[in-house]
T-cell receptor, first 115, second 114 residues
Framework: AQSVAQPEDQVNVAEGNPLTVKCTYSVSGNPYLFWYVQYPNRGLQFLLKYITGDNLVKGSYGFEAEFNKSQTSFHLKKPSALVSDSALYFCAVRDLRDSNYQLIWGAGTKLIIKP | KAGVTQTPRYLIKTRGQQVTLSCSPISGHRSVSWYQQTPGQGLQFLFEYFSETQRNKGNFPGRFSGRQFSNSRSEMNVSTLELGDSALYLC?????????????FGPGTRLLVL
């Protein structure tokens, strides 16, 4: 069965430090992977996605994610955190073998950047 | 282009009532997906509509239903409301579907069931 895990409910980082939000997945075929961000009282916004190609994907607001097939991970990273990055981050995956085209969502990780 | 819009933004209902939520996708987008977001359960997929047909359905009871019109606008209906239906309901649109395409989310409708 397909699944995606965000092992940390919350991540705390000091402003200016690098940040990592973890995501691991389980699919039977090749994955499509996504990261979305949700600011308070807002809908989700797309950050980046991995479909194929380079394992390092660059996205919006200076975020990037590295697809690691052997570790089945797709961690979100940023070299220098901003207070404005504080938000809820969701990882999502779709199994290419799943004809239902359904995305499976992680539970979300709350990122807190402290000044 | 205008973004995804959802109406109403806030709604208060009592148990047993029914509610209809509306979603207008980005112009040209044919796929609309609905999600329920709660603090305890996270983001849960309700259903996806594409060209007026339900293409996907999550694990929700039959009280939750939806439809899509020829202009791609979508409505979601919840009948016989329960306290546990209190949540933020998000709608997302994409050109062809959620399989590999970016979804664009609306701001959500916050439903409170008393």
């Amino acid at each position: 069965a397909q699944s995606v895990a965000q092992p940390e409910d919350q991540v705390n980082v000091a402003e200016g430090n690098p940040l990592t939000v973890k995501c691991t997945y389980s699919v039977s075929g090749n994955p499509y992977l996504f990261w979305y961000v949700q600011y308070p009282n807002r809908g989700l916004q797309f950050l980046l996605k991995y479909i194929t190609g380079d394992n390092l994907v660059k996205g919006s607001y200076g975020f990037e994610a590295e697809f690691n097939k052997s570790q089945t991970s797709f961690h979100l990273k940023k070299p220098s955190a901003l207070v404005s990055d504080s938000a809820l981050y969701f990882c999502a995956v779709r199994d290419l073998r799943d004809s239902n085209y359904q995305l499976i969502w992680g539970a979300g990780t709350k990122l807190i950047i402290k000044p | 282009k205008a973004g995804v819009t959802q109406t109403p933004r806030y709604l208060i209902k009592t148990r047993g009532q029914q509610v209809t939520l509306s979603c207008s996708p980005i112009s040209g987008h044919r796929s609309v997906s609905w999600y329920q977001q709660t603090p305890g359960q996270g983001l849960q997929f309700l259903f996806e509509y594409f060209s007026e047909t339900q293409r996907n359905k999550g694990n929700f009871p039959g009280r939750f239903s939806g439809r899509q019109f020829s202009n791609s606008r979508s409505e979601m209906n919840v009948s016989t409301l329960e306290l546990g239906d209190s949540a933020l309901y998000l709608c997302a649109s994409s050109l062809q579907g959620q399989d590999q395409e970016t979804q664009y989310f609306g701001p959500g409708t916050r439903l409170l069931v008393l």
